[in-house]
């Protein structure tokens, strides 16, 4: 019986049996009535009490129900409370007199502010300079229109600084449509801001940058265009000029040996002849310096060119100058490549002229012209067994009128390499040399730019 007691008043606790026990002992009451009354004395026992048990029935079912829908609604609202304590994003709601009443915990983590100290004070408090006319502006409108704020909203930090927020605020409202309530939510946009400040201020350097890289330009070009008329009065200067005394010191030296010969004596004539020879390699001098200014100046065409039949081309033309010198030469491998045919040519003929030059004093000459895949490029060589030269010297070799021969061993104008530099930079290429002594000199040279080219560092290189 005590069990019985307790289970029942365990029932009575809960809301929907409480209601249904209420309603069946209602319903007994109600029939107990009616039948001391003898209203129901005819009507069977069993039907009245089994419409009185249906109605209790139908009571508790109801009443059930509304306690599920009661905990549906509690289960939902305990989920958003907990979605907005665990967002990252700081969440703020005032009431209609900007009050704060609510602030989540990313509002304590961004601006320092704990919620006991935010709770009930006005928002205007985070204003940066006491009341914030932006913020204020922003509330004061939502209060008023019910218009919603998006965009940057400067606020403050407890202690000082300043967080910039990527905020939005919005109203909330009642049935009637009247605002209740203010929401702001924002996240942390600070460091965003700086990189964009970054960002402006590197775009800005680059446009300074580029506006002086484009005078700077504009003034090399002006230069450039002042060089290349100074070197045309140059090459006229050095045409005609300078070429014409020359002919007439010949000319007249000439006459004089011929016509005058026999008075004068052997240290005369042979005086006669030095001015001749002297003529002769200042014209040959000039011509080479006119070489090199074409060089410069040439429009570059690059075409297919065979390397071993303009080579061999012009070895030919050096033995028809003198049939008596042996020499064995050899055009090695595969030698086609892109490039201007008259500038590839006029590489070879100084190449080969020299190597054709510095092994006479040879019994058994040899040149060799060839080609080799390295790092990606194809680097071209002229090979002889000649002179030679010091190695430590060898950037002195491309150098203008720079001679690393005396001129009673090896005539020449020191002009020729210099020329040759210029013809291969003109490809975007570079030459070189690798040499000793009474051992001969290699010349490098490659016609095409590559990534080793641009880097300008070769680790063989003298």
């Known amino acids: 019986m005590v069990d019985d007691l307790h289970l029942l008043d365990r029932w009575s606790r809960s809301p929907p049996v409480a209601t249904g026990v209420l309603a069946a002992g209602g319903a007994a009451v109600l029939a107990a009535a ?27 079912a109801l009443a059930i129900r509304g306690a599920r829908e009661r905990q549906r609604v509690w289960g939902m609202a305990r989920l958003l409370n907990r979605t907005v304590r665990q967002s990252p994003m700081l969440v703020l709601i005032t009431d209609v007199r900007q009050r704060i009443i609510h602030v989540n915990p990313a509002f304590t983590a ?121 070197l045309e009065s140059f090459n006229y200067t050095l045409s005609h000029d300078l070429r014409r005394p020359l002919t007439t010191i010949r000319s007249f030296s000439e006459f004089l040996l011929e016509d005058y010969g026999e008075r004068l004596d052997d240290a005369g004539r042979a ?19 006119l070489r090199l200014c074409r060089v410069q100046r040439a429009p570059l065409e690059r075409r297919a060119v065979d390397v071993g039949a303009v080579g061999r081309a012009i070895m030919d033309d050096l033995r028809r100058s003198a049939p008596e010198r042996s020499l064995r030469f050899e055009a090695a491998g595969p030698l086609q490549t892109e490039a201007d045919p008259e500038l590839l040519r006029l590489v070879l003929e100084n190449l080969l002229e020299n ?48 001679r690393l021969h ?57």
């Open 110 to 230: 961004l601006t320092g502010h704990p919620a006991d100290e935010a709770l009930g004070r006005n928002a205007c408090m985070l204003a940066t300079e006491g009341a914030d006319p932006e913020a204020d502006a922003a509330f004061r409108s939502a209060l008023r229109d019910g218009t919603a704020f998006r965009g940057p909203l400067r606020l403050r930090r407890r202690g000082g600084g300043t967080l910039w927020l990527g905020a939005r605020i919005t109203a909330l409202r009642d049935d009637r449509g009247e605002v209740t309530h203010l929401v702001l939510v924002g996240e942390d946009v600070g460091q965003q801001r700086e990189q964009e400040a970054r960002l402006r201020r590197i775009s800005h350097e680059l446009e300074e940058r580029v506006v002086e890289r484009t005078l700077e330009l504009a003034r090399r070009t002006e230069e450039l265009a002042t060089a290349n008329a100074e």
């Open 271 to 289: 005086d006669l002849r030095r001015v001749m020879a002297a003529a002769d390699r200042m014209d040959l001098m000039i011509r080479d310096l």
């Open 34 to 60: 009616l039948c001391a009354s003898g209203v129901l004395r005819e009507m069977p026992t069993a039907l009245l009490l089994s419409g009185f048990a249906l109605a209790a029935a139908a009571t508790t």
């Open 406 to 462: 005396r001129h009673e061993e090896f005539e020449g104008t020191g002009i020729g390499l210099a020329t040759v530099k210029r013809a291969v930079e003109r490809h975007g290429g570079e030459v070189w040399v690798d040499a000793a002594p009474e051992r001969g000199a290699t010349f490098w040279f490659t016609l095409a730019p590559t990534p080793a080219d641009a880097a300008g560092s070769r680790s063989d290189r003298p």
């Open 355 to 402: 190597a054709w030059k510095y092994t006479a004093r040879r019994e058994q000459a040899e040149v060799v012209l060839g080609a080799r895949e390295r790092e990606g490029r194809r680097e071209f060589y002229v090979r002889d067994n000649g002179a030679g030269f010091d190695a430590a010297r060898a950037r002195e070799a491309f150098e203008p009128f720079k």
